[in-house]
């Protein structure tokens, strides 16, 4: 697998970005993620996105970290939040989204980020499983759903 560093609004990760957004609607039928996210967010040092391609260049998972400091949300200062983490369906179970992860996480470390944080939610058992299996643990709820049932959120020290 080939990691690379994209812009938010490439080609590619436009492509992925559609992709999980539909599965976020078949999942809680609301028509995708509502939260505002621009390529700017992702720019470093603030941020980061990545695609992974496959042996045939082919785009198969994405993910990015976005800095957040202290806001009405619920953030604190030094927070790297954790968006847009998804493979697609035939690459799943391969271990991708597990090293997507851990090069997003030594990313805002060295960026001086604090700690991870994401917002999942409880009709995704699987991302639930990969983050408390590398060392997530709950948090109070912060961001766009923080006040949602489904929501559930997670953090990890840096």
């Known amino acids: 697998m080939d990691i690379r560093q994209v812009s938010f609004d490439h080609p590619d990760a436009r492509k992925l970005n559609d992709l999980v957004q539909a599965e976020y609607d078949v999942r809680y039928g609301d028509g995708g993620?509502?939260?505002?996210?621009?390529?700017?967010?992702?720019?470093?040092?603030?941020?980061?996105?990545?695609?992974?391609?496959?042996?045939?260049?082919?785009?198969?998972?994405?993910?990015?970290?976005?800095?957040?400091?202290?806001?009405?949300?619920?953030?604190r200062d030094g927070?790297?939040?954790?968006?847009r983490m998804f493979v697609v369906e035939e690459m799943r179970g391969r271990g991708l989204a597990r090293r997507m992860l851990a090069a997003l996480e030594e990313d805002a470390r060295a960026a001086g980020r604090l700690r991870m944080v994401l917002?999942?939610?409880?009709?995704?058992?699987?991302?639930?499983?990969?983050?408390?299996?590398?060392?997530?643990?709950?948090?109070?709820?912060?961001?766009?759903?923080?006040?949602?049932?489904?929501?559930?959120?997670y953090a990890k020290q840096l």
Do not use: I, M
């Open 119 to 153: 917002e999942t939610g409880t009709k995704q058992p699987e991302a639930v499983a990969l983050y408390l299996s590398s060392g997530y643990e709950p948090c109070e709820k912060f961001g766009y759903y923080r006040f949602h049932a489904d929501s559930l959120c």
């Open 79 to 83: 927070d790297a939040e954790l968006k």
């Open 33 to 75: 993620d509502a939260t505002e996210l621009a390529a700017a967010d992702f720019e470093p040092p603030n941020g980061l996105y990545l695609l992974a391609h496959d042996e045939n260049d082919v785009p198969v998972a994405s993910g990015g970290w976005r800095a957040q400091d202290a806001n009405g949300e619920g953030n």
